[in-house]
């Protein structure tokens, strides 16, 4: 006899292994990034690579069916102060981010899915508010569900991950989910990393390994496990 599915990606399922996996654990999850300048040495899809990535892993772990990662951010690293990288970036209003967030909730309620997970890798502001708010507001909509939209550094220790720009945390990460994407030899040698000319917010990521983002996924991984353990047995 086959072991019952567990989880799955959603485009590669047929619709009995997709009711068979929402039986149970029906939880939907929904990655979301960016299509933006990550300096020369990371690819433009970080964002996204690393929530598609983290969304895997979580759904290997607890259950549940990934969605396609939805590629729509604002308020990209170009709109700060003294920052301009507006060439291999695509920037999306703030208005199309609340409606495509609400497409989503909206048609995901209709479905099985009780517990839906937007984990968005694009941290910039108020993108990451926007779309939390548009969960809190569907958590009072409907009593029967629960709407999740997080931040990978949202449930890691500020110790291990806090909110970056193709520093050593999101560097990190990319190295685990697509080493062969990232060059950090290209990075200089002879000088600081800044903002301003590399595109890097946050510590050096000249210092990134395969090794570390894994320890960052793995935590990520049991402490969102956790929440989502307690939301099966309220909501299932």
């Given amino acids: 006899m086959l072991e019952k ?3 799955g990606k959603l485009e590669s399922l047929r619709p009995k292994h997709i009711d068979e996996i929402c039986s149970s654990k029906p939880i939907a999850y929904l990655p979301w990034g960016a299509l933006e300048y990550h300096g020369s040495h990371n690819p433009v899809g970080l964002d996204g690579i690393k929530a598609y990535g983290l969304c895997t892993d ?3 772990k607890t259950g549940g069916i990934v969605l396609p990662t939805v590629y729509q951010a604002a308020n990209l690293i170009s709109s700060y102060g003294g920052v301009d990288f507006p060439k291999h970036s695509l920037e999306f209003s703030e208005k199309l981010i609340r ?3 609400e ?3 909206t048609q995901l309620a ?3 899915y009780k517990i839906i ?3 968005t890798g694009h941290a910039g502001e108020p993108h990451i508010h926007i779309l939390k708010e548009v969960a809190e507001e569907f958590n009072k909509k409907y009593y029967d569900k629960y709407f999740w939209s997080v931040a990978e550094f949202d449930i890691v220790p500020d110790e ?4 970056n720009h193709s520093a050593i945390g999101e560097t990190s990460l990319q190295l685990l989910y697509d080493e062969e994407s990232v060059d950090l030899y290209i990075l200089p040698k002879d000088r600081d990393i800044t903002l301003e000319v590399d595109a890097v917010y946050g510590d050096d990521p000249r210092g990134a390994t395969k090794e570390f983002g894994r320890k960052i996924a793995s935590t990520f991984v ?3 496990d956790k929440k989502l353990q307690e939301l099966l047995k309220k909501y299932k």
Avoid: H, P, S
């Avoid at 291990?160 to 909110?163: D, E, G, I, Q, R």
């Fill in 160 to 163: 291990l991950l806090v909110a």
């Fill in 222 to 224: 049991t402490n969102a």
């Fill in 99 to 101: 409606l495509t967030c």
């Fill in 110 to 112: 209709k479905q099985d």
């Fill in 58 to 60: 979580l759904a290997k």
């Fill in 5 to 7: 599915l567990k989880w």
């Fill in 103 to 105: 497409e989503y909730f």
């Fill in 117 to 119: 997970v937007l984990l």
